[in-house]
C-alpha cells in the first residue's frame, strides 16, 4: 500500500474546546486530510458531546473537508442541518440504522459524501449489501464514545476483509480505521488496508504541539515496516 495514499483525519474529541478553532487551523497546516467530529447523542453511545454548530463553527477555520461520525440514534433527522453547516461526509454507524439504504441514500441526494460505520462486535456482513453505494466504509477499531481507549488487535483480520471485499467491488471506497491509532498501530492499520485513519488523542496531546504530533504520526505511516537494504 504506497503510504501517499494514506490521510490522517484528526478527531477534535481530544482537542482543547477552548482553543478548538486555532487547533483544527493547526491540524490543517500540519498536513490533516479532514476533520473528524464525533457527534454523540448519550443513547447510541454514552457521551454526550455536540452537534451541528460546531462543525459550522470550525468550517470557516479550515479548507480540508468536515466529516461527521454519527454516533447517534436516529441520524436520518440531523442531516439536513450538519449538510447546512457545511460538512463533507457523513458517516453513520451501520448498528444506528435499520434502514441503512435509504438513509444513505438521502445522505447522497444532499450531495455529501456518505459512509457507514461499524463497531468491533459487528460482522462486516452488516455492511456487505450497502458498501456499493458508500464512498467510505469506517471500521471502528475501540468501542464508540471515548477518545484514548486501546486498538483492539482481532480488528486486523477484520480490516483485512474489508480491504478485499473493496477490491472485490472495484470501486475507490475509502477505508477508514478509528480508535487507538498510534505511532505503533497506525501502520499496522495501513498494512492491513485501511487507507484513512482517524487519530484523536495522538493528534490532540498535551505532550507535543499539534504540528510535532501529526509529523509524529506521518514518519510512523511513512516509515518501512520491514528493514530495506541499502
Ligand atoms: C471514539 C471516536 C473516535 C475518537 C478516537 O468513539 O469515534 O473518533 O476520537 O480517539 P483516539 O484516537 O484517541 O482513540
Ligand atoms: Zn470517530
Do not use: W
Request: glycine residues 6%; hydrophobic residues 45%; aromatic residues 4%.
Amino acid at each position: 500500500m504506497p503510504s501517499n495514499r494514506i490521510q490522517i483525519a484528526p478527531s477534535i474529541l481530544s482537542a482543547d474546546f477552548a482553543r478548538l478553532g486555532d487547533q483544527v487551523a493547526e491540524a490543517e497546516l500540519a498536513g490533516a486530510d479532514c476533520i473528524h467530529i464525533d457527534v454523540m447523542d448519550g443513547q447510541f453511545v454514552p457521551p454526550i458531546t455536540f452537534g451541528p454548530i460546531i462543525a459550522d463553527s470550525i468550517r470557516d477555520r479550515v479548507s480540508i473537508p468536515l466529516e461527521i461520525h454519527m454516533m447517534t440514534l436516529h441520524p436520518e433527522n440531523h442531516i439536513r442541518q450538519l449538510v447546512d453547516a457545511g460538512v463533507d461526509r457523513i458517516i453513520v454507524h451501520v448498528e444506528a440504522c435499520p434502514h441503512v439504504h435509504a438513509v444513505v441514500q438521502q445522505i447522497k441526494s444532499s450531495k455529501v459524501e456518505a459512509g457507514v460505520a461499524i463497531n468491533p462486535g459487528t460482522s462486516l456482513s452488516a455492511a456487505e449489501e450497502i458498501l456499493p453505494d458508500l464512498d467510505q466504509l469506517l471500521i471502528m477499531t475501540v468501542n464508540p464514545g471515548y477518545g484514548g481507549q486501546s486498538f483492539i488487535p482481532s480488528s486486523i483480520p477484520k480490516i483485512e476483509r474489508a480491504r478485499r471485499m473493496i477490491e472485490a467491488i472495484g470501486r475507490s471506497i475509502t477505508l477508514e480505521v478509528d480508535g487507538g491509532i498510534n505511532t505503533t498501530t497506525a501502520s499496522i492499520a495501513v498494512d492491513a488496508g485501511a487507507t484513512l485513519l482517524v487519530a484523536g488523542s495522538a493528534v490532540f496531546t498535551h505532550d507535543s504541539s499539534v504540528a510535532e504530533a501529526m509529523s509524529t504520526l506521518r514518519r510512523a505511516i511513512d516509515a518501512p515496516t520491514f528493514p530495506v537494504d541499502h
